[in-house]
């Protein structure tokens, strides 16, 4: 047998790499070695600093990698989960505090390059990896598994930081392998909807003419439709005083200028982010390759840098075309967060509710006379802490009939509401009061950004911060729920045709032979069956994917 079924890795500045064996307890096998290109993967588990980093010489010489432990995104967890969300995770950072160093900060993140702008893909190495040696890695991951067993539910936590490495690894190949992507069908959905390009590389006609209009519906004024300090100017001028430019804002006033706005708002964000320009940077050789951040939201969500991938507009999707004699399964979860409360917390109605292929149906038949969208704005409401208004009559029948769900979110807001703590079912932790969390369970970049000056004690910020940890292990569990999903799916595809292009927080996307379609669609039922066991033991809740088979991303439901 062989006994090393772990192998470290730091990547040098002259392009090769320091490797060194270890075995299942992680102590070394034999001494340091360098080697000129990483070795073929022989089912070694791999410790490297990032994943992101590392696995790019691998890639590029079509070796694809079974497992490894990610350095930098365990650090992050192990420090979230002690209360010190945002410190340095990386190899030098990790080193530091081991010895007793001074802790460096992390280096800035790479800006995202297009890859029209460079040669090889968005996961090129840098020139050099991170700072240390290869012993480092080694001591840093006996560092991290010492501190994963002291943790109060080392089982679960070590799934955790299982389920995010295998994330990573899938984030990499996505990348790498990228999103098939039609040039000329993008070009008709973007001519048939803002007109010819401008020749200068202004804006393209249709937006020139809404903005002749609307200077004209607002008598004759000079007035740029893009900046909303001019719009609210220009409607003060006109009588009709507006907050701001919000869509929700403008389709309550009476003006001709309004419909014009909205047309320009939607054109206009279309034109921006994926417009033209977007897709000379974005797409080459018919895949756009975006570059994931696993674990990039607090809530563990994936975020992307650069390119939008988890902001694709639904008209756009039009462009998402599988290769010829190719097609994709698209398959998502639907009710993901309130099938996970009900997993979560035990609770018998919204157990049995959760076995229904549609729950609020379930709960409406069950508890409001039949009334589906009632049982929806209540425990949507229970969820995300609207509990007051129209809702209030609605939460008061949840509180009644499902009585240990509802105490299992009380419970999350009132820690989050005391300045405490809360974590997901596998452990990942949200950050302390002293940061800013208002938007960070949604979007697509990390913030982080200090708190403002207000007491976190005050009444109106405890009851943010209670909305905010409410959610927070509803959603960072369908997170952990996803990656499961991911990392199975993955495991049940490997050496087939079919390759994994998306993934978006329940939904995901192969690419498959449209004759391996059907063995697709089974694999990603029996990945979803899987998490929910990985998690949840024999739950009875159900987690149903609805995949579908479509040549095109926007047929898909």
Not at 50 to 65: D, E, I, K, W
Not at 267 to 293: K, M, N, P, T
Not at 323 to 335: H, R
Not at 487 to 500: D, F, Q, V, Y
Request: hydrophobic share 45%; charged share 25%; glycine share 10%.
């Amino acid at each position: 047998m062989n006994d090393r079924v772990l192998r470290a890795l730091l990547p040098d500045p002259d392009g090769g790499c320091w490797l060194r064996d270890l075995d299942a307890s992680g102590l070394p096998v034999g001494p340091a070695y360098r080697a000129e290109a990483p070795p073929v993967d022989d089912g070694v588990r791999w410790v490297w600093a990032s994943t992101a980093h590392a696995y790019a010489a691998q890639l590029q010489r079509g070796v694809r990698v079974e497992r490894c432990h990610d350095l930098e995104l365990t650090e992050a967890l192990l420090l979230g989960y002690s209360g010190r969300w945002g410190e340095p995770r990386g190899l030098g950072a990790i080193t530091a505090r081991r010895t007793g160093a001074p802790v460096p900060p992390d280096p800035p993140a790479r800006a995202a390059v297009p890859p029209g702008e460079i040669q090889g893909t968005l996961f090129d190495a840098s020139p050099a990896g991170p700072p240390g040696s290869v012993d480092d890695v080694v001591e840093a991951y006996a560092d991290q598994r010492r501190r994963i067993a002291a943790v109060d539910e080392p089982g679960r936590f070590r799934f955790l930081v299982a389920a995010e490495s295998a994330g990573a690894l899938v984030a990499a190949e996505m990348g790498h392998v990228g999103l098939p992507w039609r040039v000329d069908v993008h070009d008709a959905v973007l001519r048939e909807m803002l007109g010819e390009p401008s020749p200068v590389g202004g804006p393209p006609r249709r937006l020139v003419e809404l903005t002749a209009a609307i200077q004209e519906a607002f008598g004759g004024q000079r007035v740029h439709p893009e900046s909303p300090a001019e719009v609210v100017r220009a409607f003060a001028r006109v009588g009709v005083p507006v907050p701001n430019t919000r869509s929700w804002v403008l389709q309550q006033v009476e003006h001709p200028a309004v419909p014009l706005l909205l047309e320009f708002k939607e054109l206009y964000r279309i034109w921006v982010a994926h417009g033209w320009s977007w897709l000379e940077q974005w797409v080459r050789d018919g895949r756009f390759r975006a570059e994931y951040v696993p674990g990039g939201v607090v809530s563990g969500r994936w975020a992307t840098r650069g390119g939008g991938a988890l902001q694709i507009p639904r008209v756009v999707r039009k462009a998402v075309v599988a290769d010829p004699g190719w097609t994709f399964v698209v398959a998502d979860a639907g009710q993901l967060e309130p099938r996970v409360l009900a997993a979560m917390s035990g609770d018998r109605g919204l157990t049995s509710a959760a076995r229904a292929g549609d729950l609020y149906a379930a709960l409406a038949a069950d508890s409001f006379g039949g009334d589906r969208a009632k049982a929806k704005v209540a425990l949507l409401g229970a969820m995300y802490g609207q509990t007051g208004g129209q809702a209030a009559p609605a939460l008061a029948v949840l509180r009644h009939s499902y009585p240990v769900a509802w105490e299992y979110v009380e419970a999350a807001a009132r820690t989050g509401e005391a300045g405490g703590l809360v974590r997901s079912w596998l452990g990942r932790t949200c950050p302390p009061p002293s940061v800013s969390w208002g938007d960070q369970l949604g979007g697509e970049a990390l913030e982080g950004a200090p708190a403002s000056d207000e007491d976190p004690r005050s009444s109106s910020r405890a009851r943010a911060r209670g909305r905010f940890t409410r959610n927070f292990v509803i959603q960072a569990t369908a997170a952990e729920w996803a990656l499961a999903l991911l990392a199975r799916l993955r495991t049940l595809l490997a050496g087939s045709a079919a390759e994994l292009v998306f993934f978006q927080h329940d939904e995901v996307i192969v690419h498959c032979p449209e004759k391996d379609a059907p063995e697709v669609a089974e694999a990603v039922a029996r990945a979803g069956d899987d998490a929910r066991r990985l998690l949840f033991g024999d739950t009875p809740v159900r987690f149903p994917l609805g995949a579908t088979t479509v040549r095109s991303y926007s047929d898909a439901k």
